[in-house]
């Protein structure tokens, strides 16, 4: 099964990176708005779901699988696809926090496609959250 990990540096503390990250609804507001144009939280089922409108017109359902304060990391998984496990976790790092974004995958050719996507993601995070925004400290 193939994996896709993706981490960069974001000069921003990690409690910060993580009250956006843990907001799950609010991805086009609070973490990637140039990534993700409407996150809606879906209210007809049993575990926590979003739908993800993505700036390049793919909408995706995404089933939320843990909110870890503790370990501020994320699990999410993708409908529609043979297999997705998605882990966004942040850490402390000097200068602010290491967020790593990890994937497993299947079809193996759906992990060429979102390779690039996490990476822009996360370019897309970076320059949000350290560009001024309202975020809090």
Request: proline letters at 6%; glycine letters at 8%.
């Amino acid at each position: 099964m193939p994996t896709v990990h993706h981490e960069i540096t974001i000069a921003r503390r990690p409690a910060a990176v993580w009250e956006a990250a843990r907001d799950v609804g609010a991805l086009h507001t609070r973490l990637v708005p140039a990534f993700v144009t409407d996150t809606q939280m879906l209210a007809d089922t049993v575990t926590p779901t979003r739908r993800v409108t993505f700036a390049s017109g793919t909408v995706a359902d995404e089933v939320i699988v843990s909110i870890d304060d503790e370990r501020r990391r994320l699990v999410w998984s993708v409908l529609g696809v043979e297999h997705h496990n998605g882990a966004l976790q942040i850490f402390a790092a000097p200068g602010g926090s290491r967020v790593t974004w990890t994937a497993d995958v299947l079809p193996a050719a759906f992990a060429a496609r979102i390779d690039p996507m996490m990476g822009a993601g996360l370019q897309c995070m970076k320059a949000f959250l350290e560009g001024g925004s309202s975020m809090p400290e």
